[in-house]
């Protein structure tokens, strides 16, 4: 929980989505120095017992929350890559990333925002709960995409790129 992964936007979306479905849960996992002001607004927005925080989750922790999950969201105001929401799509989990991070340039199976557009993100949170067919879409497609990725492929591709553009190995 950094400024960089946009917890407080998430938060303030969360609110709105509660305003429109009051059965929604979220869960906030992981720990960092902003925890204790994201607990706090989750109260004073009144939503506190819609959101839980689990503190730090391991891998196979993860991996069960995604299963879990009907949608998951990163945020992220700044993200280099992003390895968590491939780990999302890989158990099934629809996913919604922010604009901003590197992994939104190759995903084609995710819904994005920009990190700042609460109302985007919240509608886009509602749109991935309430309409099946686009539910079912981002699962199915986003599972199969990627199930694609492959670091030696990804290797050879930058090598490839290297070589045309003049490299030598």
Do not use: C
């Amino acid at each position: 929980m950094t400024l960089q992964k946009g917890p407080d936007y998430f938060i303030e979306a969360a609110k709105k989505v509660l305003d429109i479905d009051p059965n929604v849960k979220f869960v906030v996992a992981g720990t960092g120095d902003m925890l204790p002001q994201l607990i706090e607004r989750a109260a004073s927005l009144g939503i506190g017992n819609k959101v839980i925080f689990p503190g730090f989750v391991d891998r196979e922790q993860g991996d069960r929350l995604y299963r879990m999950a009907d949608v998951f969201v990163m945020p992220s105001v700044s993200e280099p890559f992003g390895i968590v929401p491939l780990e999302a799509m890989y158990q099934g989990t629809p996913t919604i990333i922010s604009k901003q991070s590197g992994v939104s340039e190759v995903l084609r199976h995710a819904l994005k925002v920009d990190f700042w557009d609460i109302n985007d993100l919240a509608n886009k949170i509602i749109a991935a709960l309430s309409y099946s067919t686009l539910h079912h879409e981002l699962k199915q497609h986003g599972t199969y995409e990627v199930q694609g990725f492959n670091w030696d492929r990804v290797a050879s591709e930058v090598e490839g790129l290297y070589h045309e553009l003049g490299g030598n190995p």
